[in-house]
Structures are given as C-alpha cells and as structure tokens.
C-alpha cells in the first residue's frame, strides 16, 4: 500500500474519538453525532488528496466536521431544541481551539511514550491491548494485582508528569 495512504488512515483512525467528542459537543444527541462522523469520514475519505501533509490534521477533520454539523443543524431546523446561531458559532470557535489543544496532547503522549523503559511500555501495551486486564497482566508475570496496579499508576503519573511538562513547554 501506498505509504501516504497509509499515514493518512492512521491519522484518520486515531482522530476518531476526537472527532466524535467534537461533533458531540456541538450536537448532543448521541445518534445523530454518530451519523455525523460517519458523514465526516466519508468526507474525509474523499478528500484526503486535498489534505497538506505536515498540517494539522486534527483542525482539518474538525473543520469539515462542523460543516457537516452545519447540514445536519440546516435539516433539523424545525426542531424547537436547536441553538441559536451566535451560541453556535461561540462553541465551534471552542472546539476549534481544543482540537488545536488535543493535538498538543497527542504529541506529548508519543513524545513520553518514547521516554519510558521498555518494560514500563510493555506493561502498559498489556494493560490496554485487547482483553488486557490488571488480573491478567498479574498471573503472566507472578505477581500480585495490587502489585500491577501500583505499578501502572506510576507509569501513568510518569506519563501525565511528562505530557504536562510537554504541554507548558509548548505553551511559553
């Protein structure tokens, strides 16, 4: 597969929940936020040649999925439920800003990812992988699940201590 593609699907993937969490703010019928990243995504698909490589893909997506929120508030117009639109415009102009804000986010967690020991991120990928679980982790290794708990909650407070600082980093 073309390596573009490739990089382009994963960008797509891993925006997902942002993207939902972003229509959901907008729209908070959950149903209707869900048709919407599927709009989205399609739109997504289609224009991905359109997509400047090195860009934020985040605020890109974000953009087009407010479009598409936009269409579906047009439809939905006789609903006596639907925000004004200068209450709107305020929560697009928010959310614009906490995309900028997750992608941020998102490169501190790569960044401290990298930093951590090799068991530190084995133990994590265990935990998280699916059906992963603390219970699990703790019979494969021979140790208590107490034990593994600890020790992930110091990987975790090690990986917000490190994405914090990223984060005031890029701040000043």
Request: one cysteine or more; aromatic letters at 8%; glycine letters at 6%.
């Amino acid at each position: 597969m073309d390596p573009e593609v490739d990089e382009f699907v994963d960008m797509l993937t891993a925006s997902q929940a942002c993207l939902y969490a972003c229509i959901l703010s907008l729209l908070p019928d959950r149903v209707a936020a869900h048709d919407v990243l599927q709009e989205t995504n399609v739109t997504l698909w289609k224009k991905a040649g359109d997509f400047e490589r090195g860009t934020n893909f985040m605020a890109w997506a974000s953009r087009i999925a407010r479009y598409h929120v936009l269409n579906y508030r047009k439809k939905q117009r006789r609903d006596r439920l639907v925000f004004d639109e200068g209450l709107f415009a305020e929560l697009c102009e928010r959310q614009a800003s906490r995309a900028d804000d997750a992608s941020v986010y998102a490169e501190g967690l790569a960044e401290c990812l990298g930093r951590l020991r090799e068991g530190q991120r084995e133990l994590l990928e265990q935990r998280y992988s699916p059906g992963g679980s603390v219970k699990r982790i703790a019979e494969l290794r021979g140790q208590t699940e107490g034990a593994v708990s600890q020790m992930l909650y110091r990987v975790r407070e090690a990986l917000l201590n490190c994405i914090s600082q990223h984060v005031r980093e890029g701040a000043s």
